[in-house]
């Protein structure tokens, strides 16, 4: 996404207003791979039964509940690859609108999974983003170091969202053995 810094509104402070929800709109989506790929292979590596067990579990529960409510976002499988990234040729605006829409299911994703760390990370970029100049925004989207801003706060997310698909995971391993 690219901003246009010449159309930025600054306060008396030499901060940006105009610009504000575009700049939220630039924050680094946490990272939900892992979460992706153990859904598409519950189908082919799980029985009907340990998938039974799998969604009666508490952190299955919590994976599923996520999956439902952010269906809406969900981009098309065909056009996909787990990172999220176009596997087939679009022309820019049709690759843009499903970079979009990805970006939009990872963050459904993760807030539904872990809601507290998600708004940690929200909170700290809101917080972060209000308090640069054009000159910071400018630099920062040149040098192209935004996911520097809040890092470790979304990578408390991205464990949390990995920790439940680990749990997940474990659950039904346990279930096999006995």
Not at 125 to 152: F, G, K, P, Y
Request: charged share 25%; hydrophobic share 35%; proline share 3%.
């Amino acid at each position: 996404m690219v901003i246009v810094l010449k159309s930025v509104e600054m306060d008396n402070n030499g901060r940006v207003r105009a610009a504000k929800s575009k700049l939220l709109d630039l924050r680094p989506p946490a990272s939900v791979e892992g979460l992706l790929q153990f859904v598409r292979d519950v189908p082919d590596h799980y029985s009907v039964e340990e998938q039974r067990l799998l969604s009666e579990s508490n952190s299955g529960r919590r994976l599923s509940r996520a999956i439902v409510m952010c269906e809406k976002y969900k981009p098309n499988d065909s056009a996909m690859s787990v990172d999220g990234r176009s596997t087939i040729p679009h022309g820019e605006a049709v690759k843009n609108l499903n970079e979009t829409k990805m970006t939009k299911y990872t963050d459904c994703l993760s807030h539904a999974a872990c809601q507290e760390r998600w708004r940690v990370y929200s909170t700290c970029w809101a917080r972060d983003v209000h308090q640069l100049d054009s000159n910071m925004i400018r630099n920062l989207h040149t040098d192209r170091v935004l996911e520097s801003l809040c890092q470790l706060e979304r990578q408390s997310l991205e464990r949390c969202i990995g920790g439940i698909v680990t749990n997940t995971a474990q659950l039904s391993e346990a279930s096999q053995v006995f």
